[in-house]
């Protein structure tokens, strides 16, 4: 079945760690995206790419990077300079752009201890 | 300023009742609208979605939306809400000269009580 991958589904890290955060489509959608969501602040963009070896900052990129090496991968590193990680992030691609159906991943839940 | 605004936090409906979720914008020319579902701990799920033409759409799950230019609104509508409707809605816009990426709104919690 076709769909996205999200891993780890729930992750802990200590302050001052970095963490990478998986994320795989087999759909062969050209952008990937990465949203932060936190309770009642809705989603907000952190990262997107539109295609392989190409990637733009969205709203809160800061303390984050990501890479786009490969068609069905686009993984997001929390870096020890995010000051605040705890959040629930979710992955998302679309074939041809936010105006066609975004199509999401489970999440994941990372915790900073 | 430019923004997505869903006024209602948390809504609770009995079984059977009707539904209206709101959202309004305020951006200069109308973007493309769109309403998302979350389930609890899930990805979200596209609902449905309104770019031009018939202003009352209909989505998945029993769902419409009809969009008022005078309002800038894109009301989400149910006529019968289901149990399993309980989850969280978002309204999102896309914006006409950057269709990029998704602006979404904080984000409805529907309860739904038998």
């Known amino acids: 079945d076709g769909g996205i991958t999200q891993s780890p589904k729930y992750l802990f890290r200590k302050e001052g760690q970095n963490v990478t955060l998986s994320c795989e489509q087999n759909l062969n959608h050209d952008a990937m995206y990465w949203y932060r969501q936190d309770p009642g602040q809705g989603l907000r963009l952190i990262y997107y790419?539109?295609?392989?070896?190409?990637?733009q900052k969205g709203d809160i990129a800061e303390g984050y990077s990501v890479s786009r090496e490969k068609k069905e991968s686009f993984p997001l590193t929390v870096t020890s300079a995010q000051k605040n990680p705890t959040a629930f992030y979710l992955c998302a691609s679309t074939l041809g752009g936010v105006t066609g159906e975004l199509f999401f991943g489970e999440g994941s839940r990372l915790t900073v201890l | 300023a430019q923004s997505v605004t869903q006024p209602d936090i948390h809504i609770t409906v009995s079984e059977g009742a009707s539904l209206e979720l709101r959202c309004n914008y305020s951006y200069g020319a109308t973007p493309y609208l769109f309403w998302y579902v979350q389930s609890p701990g899930q990805g979200l799920q596209l609902l449905l979605k309104y770019f031009s033409g018939d202003t009352l759409v209909q989505g998945i799950k029993g769902f419409e939306a009809e969009f008022k230019r005078s309002q800038s609104s894109f009301n989400l509508r149910k006529p019968s809400v289901h149990w399993s409707d309980a989850a969280e809605y978002f309204c999102?816009?896309?914006?006409?000269?950057?269709?990029?990426?998704?602006?979404f709104g904080t984000g409805t919690r529907l309860q739904v009580f038998p």
């Open positions: 790419s539109q295609i392989v070896n190409d990637f």
């Open positions: 999102a816009v896309a914006l006409l000269y950057n269709t990029d990426k998704l602006i």
